[in-house]
């Protein structure tokens, strides 16, 4: 936000304080925040939040599948691991690496789209050439060809979700940079003889940072839907780490008799998602009115 | 003269976010079988949503009809259901809308556009309807009717698509026409070819037209009698050539002003000072007091009442109170 | 039109360049030997070398790669390291099953979709718009594998109303066509639900926006003029042009579809291409997964490509702005 208030000309403090308090007056936009805020809570305090240990298998088979109950309000699973706790534990891993791939997704994509829109001609064909080729192989397929190359680990879903995401946000800046650059401030500077990079850094990203946010907290959600989808297909976050997807597909042997360990990891992805969503809309709506269906 | 149409009292409003807007405020006028009634006044002054309240298409919300009677042959469109209502539409009331290129549905053919009018209203099979629109092509004078019926409106000139609105509009023989500024969004060349035609359609098919438009020489040649609205409400009712010779309201003899006249040096045209007021913020008394420049005590302390002047004159404006 | 067409087709094909070429690097990316990655328990050293000496792993990276681009564009993928098959003939197995699923919430979705998004518009801000407004975001945020086995557990666990995987009973081949169709529908409904749902979630709220924005328009005015009654209006004069938009987001979801039914044939044991993919990364089988990356990239292409061309037929405005001035 430092960032903003020397971007020049573009009375950015009007914008974000019109912006909050439009996102004030929405009230689904600010149960979104008080969810996604909540979520962050939840995973810092997990510990103090249940006395169970997520990953330590219980006392088997005395254990295994128990019904919810006083001492485990959401039921053990089939190692009797408590599912409050791994659910509540859960939460760090989709958190963490939904924000993080997002982050890495935005950066690269940022600066693909800033160099394309920017250099123009052959550079920008060919960038926007390839970002359409990588946008046509679904990303579910182009994760998983990278993981069949790769050795799974947390850092490595992070750094694939992240480089299978940036193109959307490619386009979405370059797009933006190609309607900045021609207004007349742009002009002037480098009329001044500032340089080009000196233009891109201190212009032109700070000026489509609000886009670049909305679109970003947009895109969690999703993340947090393909991390979960590769963790339910065994090939995301690697056992005995707690992750939501997985939980989901471990309980899927046992769907009927104790349904309480699929169904519990799935409401809480899906709150978290719906929690992004509505955040994302608000953020949207609140400012950048343009982007609104 | 037949009345073929009362307006009476008409109020429709808007809701906005700041409030009620009264855009048409309590209008009333009459047009005879086979009259031609011209309707004008600045854009904003609600005379184009007089003619959509008349045939009932005020998009609603935020508009509505909010008070007042249409009779139309003696029958209150206004209270009628829906359904009879649109057998009222482009059968007995028809309307050419000012922008021929958005008013025209750009994934249909110009023919097959007026052949559902006719096909609905007439109750004919899709050959003998194409057959009539056809005839209504040749009728409005496009060339190549055949073939022109089967272009889409993006392939025609706005000349040409004003014409195809009109055969849509005339295609059921109705009783009344509403031309709402239906040369404006022309060339100038075209524009008169457009009201040539429209009056030469009047005389051959004989029905009343109500012209709504901003353009007082355009009046001067199509019409019997003027309706001037300001603000919301009629300002001034006259003959043509009444009004052009003695204007009886101070908007009305602004309007003329601004008008280049043949004959006078080439100095600035005068304006009228100021803008059409805001709806939502009305100025107290006489709706024109702040731009008059006749205006007096009265004219801040009370809305004028429309004053008969004559037997066939009226004028809403505080200077001609007791018919002067 | 024509030169529509072939732009579009030339766009396409350089797409698809382009895909095998980001194959070809990924696979040249992957730190260590090309082929260390075929090391198989059931996988004799010989066979790798010989696969070595087929694929031209020995030869300069250029030679590698033109040799690259020319098998894939004849359709040869190499055999399959899991199968000891050709790929090809693999894909050739499950990608009709593929495309059978998703046509099949294709279908389901466009029409969920249009329906709910055209009678949200209509009835814009009443309780139908606000329900169907929520329970799209709620639709939209649900992890598919969830919603499925939810709906397993009950449709056919506790119900016992639908089977829960394959894509037909064991010995219905002799029960007679009709018996077989329905046994198929039976077996297609909940997967393809699941698969569709998302979408038509997206479609309810795409279609919304677009025929609100019709219904403003002018023509709308002026259909309204003639007389036409509600129902004409909004299916004949709106319907086509809120459409427009919409064809091409029907065009961008085929990658979520395709993306999608991998989790879907998983959980509801579909013989598809996304569950020849799961399996083959589990066993490392390489050439399969490649091909099929490269198989969907190239449906998505034509996907795409069928979009444009309904689009165009659906705006007669489209083939005169293309090939140059109106008129």
Redesign the interface.
């Known amino acids: 936000m430092t960032a903003l208030t020397d971007s020049g000309g573009n009375e950015p403090r009007g914008l974000w304080s019109a912006g909050w308090s439009r996102f004030r007056k929405n009230r689904f936009a600010v149960a979104g925040a008080v969810i996604v805020l909540s979520l962050y809570i939840v995973a810092i305090l997990a510990p103090l939040l249940t006395p169970h240990d997520p990953i330590a298998h219980g006392d088997l088979p005395k254990t295994r599948y128990l019904s919810p109950r006083t001492g485990h309000p959401l039921g053990t699973d089939k190692f009797g691991r408590d599912v409050l706790a791994r659910v509540l534990y859960g939460s760090r891993i989709s958190l963490t690496i939904s924000f993080l791939a997002v982050a890495i997704s935005v950066i690269a994509g940022s600066l693909v789209g800033a160099t394309a829109g920017y250099a123009g001609g052959i550079v920008d064909t060919v960038l926007m050439r390839i970002v359409d080729a990588l946008m046509a192989i679904p990303r579910l397929f182009l994760l998983l060809t990278c993981i069949a190359l790769f050795s799974r680990s947390v850092p490595l879903i992070i750094i694939l979700l992240g480089a299978t995401g940036w193109m959307a946000t490619a386009r979405l800046v370059r797009g933006q940079v190609l309607a900045i650059r021609e207004q007349d401030f742009i002009k002037a500077a480098e009329a001044l003889g500032a340089g080009r990079r000196r233009i891109m850094l201190r212009h032109l990203l700070p000026n489509t940072l609000t886009v670049i946010i909305v679109a970003a907290t947009l895109r969690i959600g999703g993340i947090i839907l393909a991390e979960a989808s590769l963790s339910f297909l065994g090939l995301g976050v690697p056992s005995p780490i707690p992750s939501w997807g997985q939980m989901v597909f471990g309980g899927r042997d046992a769907l009927l008799d104790a349904w309480w360990v699929s169904t519990f990891p799935g409401i809480a992805i899906a709150v978290t998602v719906i929690g992004y969503n509505l955040f994302g809309d608000g953020l949207r709506d609140a400012f950048d009115p343009k982007q609104g269906a | 003269m037949d009345v073929l149409l009362k307006v009476d009292n008409l109020k429709t409003v808007f809701d906005t976010e700041d409030g009620v807007a009264r855009v048409v405020d309590g209008v009333s006028f009459e047009v005879g079988h086979g009259e031609t009634v011209g309707l004008v006044g600045e854009s904003g002054c609600g005379k184009s949503v007089t003619a959509l309240s008349i045939m009932r298409l005020v998009q609603d919300p935020p508009g509505r009809i909010a008070g007042g009677s249409v009779l139309f042959n003696g029958r209150d469109l206004l209270t009628i259901p829906e359904r009879e209502m649109r057998k009222v539409r482009g059968n007995e009331i028809s309307i050419v809308f000012q922008e021929p290129l958005t008013s025209l549905n750009p994934v249909f053919t110009c023919g097959e556009q007026v052949r559902e009018a006719i096909a609905l209203h007439q109750k004919l099979g899709r050959r003998e309807s194409k057959r009539k629109a056809v005839e209504m092509f040749r009728l409005v004078r496009i060339p190549d009717p055949e073939l022109r019926y089967r272009s889409y409106p993006h392939q025609m000139s706005g000349g040409m698509r004003q014409r195809v609105m009109i055969a849509m509009a005339l295609s059921c023989q109705p009783k009344l026409l509403i031309a709402d500024e239906p040369s404006t969004a022309l060339d100038v060349s075209v524009q008169a070819q457009i009201m040539d035609l429209l009056l030469e359609l009047k005389e051959k098919l004989g029905m009343a037209v109500l012209l709504i438009t901003h353009n007082l020489a355009v009046v001067a040649q199509m019409v019997e009698r003027v309706l001037v609205m300001y603000a919301g409400v009629v300002v001034e009712e006259a003959p043509v050539g009444g009004l052009f010779a003695e204007p009886l309201h101070p908007y009305t003899e602004g309007l003329l002003e601004s008008l280049p006249k043949l004959g006078a040096p080439a100095g600035r045209l005068s304006m009228i000072p100021g803008n059409v007021p805001d709806p939502l913020n009305l100025p107290p008394g006489c709706r024109f007091s702040d731009r008059c420049p006749r205006r007096f005590d009265r004219c801040l302390s009370g809305e004028p009442p429309m004053f008969t002047v004559g037997r066939r004159r009226a004028s809403r404006c505080w200077l001609r109170e007791g018919g002067g | 039109m024509a030169r529509f067409l072939a732009r579009r087709l030339v766009q396409s094909l350089?797409?698809v360049f382009?895909?095998i070429t980001?194959?070809f690097f990924?696979?040249h990316?992957?730190?260590g030997d090309p082929l260390a990655?075929y090391y198989h328990p059931d996988i004799a050293p010989e066979t790798i070398e010989l696969m070595r000496e087929k694929l031209g792993l020995d030869r300069p990276l250029i030679e590698q790669y033109v040799k690259w681009i020319w098998s894939f564009a004849r359709g040869d993928f190499g055999i399959s390291l899991q199968y000891n098959r050709p790929v090809a003939s693999l894909l050739a197995e499950s990608i009709p099953n593929t495309l059978r699923l998703t046509a099949g919430a294709l279908m389901l979705y466009i029409i969920i979709g249009v329906a709910l998004g055209i009678t949200s518009a209509v009835k814009r801000y009443s309780l139908f718009d606000r329900v169907s407004t929520v329970a799209a975001?709620?639709v939209?945020?649900?992890?598919?594998?969830?919603?499925a086995?939810?709906l397993?557990?009950f449709f056919s666990?506790?119900l016992g109303l639908l089977p829960s995987s394959h894509m037909q009973s064991i010995g219905i081949e002799g029960a007679g066509h009709f018996a077989m169709f329905v046994d198929r529908l039976r077996h297609i409904v909940l997967p393809a639900f699941v698969l569709g749902v998302a979408s038509a979630a997206a479609m309810a709220?795409?279609m919304r926006?677009s025929m609100i924005d019709v219904l403003?328009?002018?023509?709308i005015?002026?259909?309204?003029?003639?007389?036409?009654?509600d129902r004409k209006v909004f299916l004949k004069?709106a319907f086509?042009?809120a459409l427009?938009p919409v064809v091409t987001i029907i065009g961008l979801s085929l990658?979520?579809l395709?993306?999608?039914s991998?989790?879907i044939e998983?959980?509801f044991s579909w013989p598809g291409m996304g569950r020849l993919?799961?399996d083959?990364?589990?066993a490392?089988d390489?050439p399969v997964?490649?091909a099929?990356?490269f198989i969907?990239?190239v449906m998505?292409?034509l996907g795409?490509l069928l979009a444009d061309i309904g689009y165009a037929c659906?705006?007669?405005?489209i083939v005169?702005t293309r090939v140059g001035e109106?008129?």
């Open positions: 350089l797409l382009i895909i980001i194959n990924l696979l990316l992957a730190p990655r975001l709620f939209y945020s649900i992890p598919s594998f969830w919603l086995l939810m397993i557990l666990l506790k709220r795409y926006g403003g328009e002018d023509y005015r002026t259909a309204r003029a003639k007389g036409l009654p004069h086509r042009n427009l990658p979520f395709l993306g999608g991998v989790v998983k959980i993919t799961v083959a990364i589990h490392r390489y997964v490649l099929v990356n969907v990239a998505v292409i795409n659906l705006d007669p405005r005169y109106s008129k």
